[in-house]
């Protein structure tokens, strides 16, 4: 009888420093939410919280940034992916470069120049929206890397081929037979756009937009146990956000 071979003391010492790595500055943050000076500790920096109209203007204003920005780079990068993948492979090198202009440009010069470049319309350039271009730009890299490598393990060109074959159009194709099968890198690409797009500070804070992150800044300088609690409140609604689109992405693959 073979015996398997374990962890040992070194592997376990590997796996207590990565869970303290990980879980001692959250508990840290907990208890900095929770202190109210001395020995006392409570839940009402939450309360407090949750009751500041700011912070649920700014956290719906975020939100409905995020779900835009999901919208439009999905728009503007699926097509591109899809088509760098069935037709135009020979330009993969100049896409894979292109993509990852947003990392090497500091944010800061992105938005002088998107602000320099957009003089109107003043409907949209004027409103909250316009943060919706900066915030697509930057998210390109992770959606295009996502979804690049979902579509490369297809055989686009076999799949596309038998679709057309038994008379599918080019939206039936991408409806029917594509998604589906990208269906995890999609969600995955739509997860990443929604924590940069809550997360993203220059751009909303150059352009004088109370997003949420701009808004925990400005509690940080004045009430330090209050923004401890929206930073947990951040993290927590992230995690959910991944626990749902999971569970879309379970219940889904299992009808197929």
Excluded at 101 to 123: D, H, K, M, Q, T
Excluded at 156 to 180: D, M
Excluded at 210 to 238: G, H
Aim: glycine share 8%; net charge positive.
């Amino acid at each position: 009888m073979t015996r398997r071979p374990g962890l040992g003391i070194g592997g376990g010492l590997v796996i207590l420093l990565f869970a303290l790595y990980f879980f001692a500055p959250l508990v840290s943050l907990v208890v900095a939410s929770m202190w109210q000076g001395g020995n006392r500790y409570d839940l009402s920096a939450y309360g407090g919280v949750v009751q500041e109209e700011n912070f649920i203007a700014s956290f719906k204003l975020s939100l409905m940034l995020a779900v835009e920005t999901i919208a439009l780079t999905l728009l503007v990068v699926f097509p591109a992916v899809f088509w760098v993948n069935l037709r135009a492979q020979h330009l993969r090198s100049f896409f894979n470069v292109l993509s990852v202009i947003a990392f090497i440009v500091p944010p800061i010069v992105l938005v002088s120049g998107i602000s320099g470049l957009y003089r109107g319309p003043e409907w949209f350039v004027g409103t909250p929206h316009f943060l919706v271009v900066g915030y697509t730009v930057l998210a390109i890299p992770y959606t295009y890397r996502t979804l690049d490598n979902g579509m490369r393990a297809l055989n686009l060109q076999t799949l596309s081929e038998a679709a057309q074959s038994c008379g599918a159009g080019w939206g039936t194709l991408i409806r029917r037979i594509i998604l589906p099968n990208v269906r995890g890198a999609v969600l995955g690409a739509i997860l990443l756009i929604l924590t940069l797009a809550l997360g993203e500070f220059t751009f909303a804070n150059v352009l004088l937009y109370q997003t949420l992150p701009v808004y925990m800044s400005y509690i940080a300088s004045t009430r330090a146990n209050e923004s401890s609690a929206l930073a947990i409140m951040a993290l927590l609604f992230t995690w959910l956000a991944m626990y749902i689109l999971l569970n879309v992405e379970s219940r889904a693959a299992r009808k197929t």
